[in-house]
């Protein structure tokens, strides 16, 4: 009897034991992120890494009474390692944001390199963790860790995730707004990738398909160029963050829900797609099951208006650009 409920009771904690690390911890997003994977009570380690920073905000976080011990890493001391070494799931927000009139592909030269040496760690130190990629441009960045990691015979496709859960909630909260709806009860699947025209919201999809043309126009618009609206009012200050954490809390608490072998857990997320593969386009973002292995399921984009068929071909040339433009980054600079 005592071993049955022993053994029960040890079920239950291993099943929600799990070290998840956060590289880019100090910065704008990092730290609202990080105290929100805090707050999940999946996370018993949270290790917070950053090039400065991220021992300040570790013992911030860490007087929360939530059952996980948090420590703060830099560079010094294989600080990177040590953050790195048995995390189950690594989010990396790393990296500069956007200022005012700038794209994200205009972060490229400076997340590239960045994002490539974490991803390098990653694979040397926890190669069997789930990666999710917020530093921008994802469209990029996903293809830079998937290089970096192939190249250590380190990468498994069903584990690499470019969060674009931002461009999911943005849709949610502006067709609300247009609907005149409680924005917590609208879904809307977005696909593509994580910029500008790459962005496809599938209003169709959703019970607000008969909306006039000019406020579709609009809302689809402002959804995919929602985050210029934060960069332009930030003025120079930077681009989404509190609605950045918001998102990618809510992505990483799925991915750990999927870990955890719980049912149904779907997310929309930009990773290795079969869904245009064919077509030179490897990474797509689509509705997919999480689960114990990391994805567990592609899911069709489903049915699509013509609108949407000529939004999701605008953005497939946008995104082979995108790709290719990661992918020739690591082979000329490893
Ligand atoms: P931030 O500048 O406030 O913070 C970035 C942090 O990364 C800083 O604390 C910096 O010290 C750290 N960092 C830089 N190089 C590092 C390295 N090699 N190792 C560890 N840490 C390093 O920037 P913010 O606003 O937090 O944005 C971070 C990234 O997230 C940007 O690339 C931004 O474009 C992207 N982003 C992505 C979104 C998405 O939907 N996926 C939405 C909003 C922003």
Do not use: W
């Given at each position: 009897?005592?071993?049955?409920?022993?053994?029960?009771?040890?079920?239950?904690?291993a099943a929600s034991n799990y070290k998840v690390a956060v590289l880019g911890a100090a910065g704008g997003i990092g730290q609202p992120l990080s105290l929100l994977m805090k707050l999940n009570n999946k996370v018993t380690d949270l290790a917070l890494y950053d090039l400065r920073g991220a021992p300040g905000v570790?013992?911030?976080?860490?007087?929360?009474?939530?059952?996980?011990?948090?420590?703060?890493?830099?560079?010094?001391?294989?600080?990177?390692?040590?953050?790195?070494?048995?995390?189950?799931?690594?989010?990396?927000?790393?990296?500069?944001?956007?200022?005012?009139?700038?794209?994200?592909?205009?972060?490229?030269?400076?997340?590239?390199?960045?994002?490539?040496?974490?991803?390098?760690?990653?694979?040397?130190?926890?190669?069997?963790?789930?990666?999710?990629?917020?530093?921008?441009?994802?469209?990029?960045?996903?293809?830079?860790?998937?290089?970096?990691?192939?190249?250590?015979?380190?990468?498994?496709?069903?584990?690499?995730?470019?969060?674009?859960?931002?461009?999911?909630?943005?849709?949610?909260r502006f067709i609300s707004e247009v609907a005149n709806t409680n924005p917590t009860q609208e879904k809307v699947s977005v696909v593509g990738g994580h910029s500008g025209v790459t962005i496809v919201p599938l209003i169709s999809q959703t019970t607000h398909k008969g909306l006039p043309k000019d406020k579709l126009?609009?809302?689809?618009?402002?959804?995919?160029?929602?985050?210029?609206?934060?960069?332009?009012?930030?003025?120079?200050?930077?681009?989404?963050?509190?609605?950045?954490?918001?998102?990618?809390?809510?992505?990483?608490?799925?991915?750990?829900?999927?870990?955890?072998?719980?049912?149904?857990?779907?997310?929309?997320?930009?990773?290795?797609?079969?869904?245009?593969?064919?077509?030179?386009?490897?990474?797509?973002?689509?509705?997919?099951?999480?689960?114990?292995?990391?994805?567990?399921?592609?899911?069709?984009?489903?049915?699509?208006?013509?609108?949407?068929?000529?939004?999701?071909?605008?953005?497939?040339?946008?995104?082979?650009?995108?790709?290719?433009?990661?992918?020739?980054?690591?082979?000329?600079?490893?």
């Open positions: 009897m005592f071993n049955r409920v022993a053994r029960r009771a040890f079920s239950s904690t570790a013992a911030d976080v860490s007087h929360v009474p939530t059952n996980s011990t948090v420590k703060g890493y830099g560079p010094e001391e294989e600080g990177l390692k040590q953050a790195l070494s048995g995390a189950d799931v690594v989010i990396i927000p790393a990296g500069v944001p956007r200022k005012p009139g700038m794209s994200r592909d205009d972060l490229f030269n400076t997340n590239a390199s960045i994002v490539r040496d974490l991803a390098s760690a990653a694979g040397d130190y926890c190669p069997k963790a789930a990666l999710c990629i917020i530093s921008n441009p994802v469209n990029s960045t996903v293809p830079i860790v998937a290089e970096t990691l192939a190249k250590k015979g380190a990468y498994d496709p069903k584990k690499l995730f470019g969060v674009t859960t931002l461009d999911i909630l943005r849709a949610s126009d609009a809302l689809i618009n402002r959804i995919q160029f929602g985050g210029d609206e934060v960069v332009k009012a930030k003025n120079g200050a930077g681009s989404a963050t509190l609605s950045m954490a918001q998102a990618g809390a809510r992505f990483a608490g799925s991915v750990l829900n999927g870990l955890a072998g719980e049912a149904d857990v779907v997310e929309n997320s930009y990773v290795e797609n079969p869904v245009f593969a064919k077509e030179g386009v490897k990474f797509f973002s689509t509705p997919i099951t999480l689960g114990p292995e990391g994805v567990k399921e592609y899911h069709a984009i489903g049915e699509t208006s013509d609108l949407e068929d000529q939004l999701i071909a605008t953005a497939k040339e946008t995104l082979k650009k995108n790709i290719e433009k990661g992918v020739n980054f690591v082979e000329q600079t490893s």
